[in-house]
């Protein structure tokens, strides 16, 4: 009597298992919950469909002060507190920028910015120094277009 052996079925589904567990962590990374800003009354739909684009979030950290998030690569705020540190931060973030932009054409270099609500503007101007010290030719801000009703 032959028999089917199912050792290297079983190998291949587990390794396809481990596969999409591994993918399916690196796409949810790169989704930061943010309060963007809404009801912005000039707020333009996104650039031409194809272009591609680096996203620099700016969030609360849970302890309390600030983070920064370029695609999944995340940086605290807090490791870098004090005059000339921040010049480091934005040197880091410059940097990460570059990297998610340097396999792109020149002209189409641009950065979407998300910038939580609850984030006051003196932690914010980092992000905008480390895009301007980058090699990004433009940016984008991130709202939500007509979330709520107009109340005017």
Known sequence: ??????TP???I????????????QFIEAENFPVAVPDNCRFAAESTEPGSA???VTVMKAPDGGTAFA???????????VGGWQTQLLVGKLARLIDVRLNDLPVENRVVTLRI???VCF?????????VAASTA????????????PDTE
């Open 1 to 6: 009597m032959q028999s089917f052996n199912m």
């Open 9 to 11: 079925i079983i190998d």
């Open 13 to 24: 589904v587990f390794l396809l298992i481990i596969f999409f567990l591994v993918v399916c």
């Open 53 to 55: 684009s680096t996203t």
């Open 70 to 80: 370029v695609g999944s690569e995340k940086v605290s705020a807090a490791d870098y």
């Open 116 to 118: 939580d609500g609850d």
């Open 122 to 130: 003196a932690r914010a101007q980092y992000a905008l120094a480390g």
């Open 137 to 148: 030719t433009d940016i984008q801000l991130a709202v939500l277009k007509n979330k709520r």
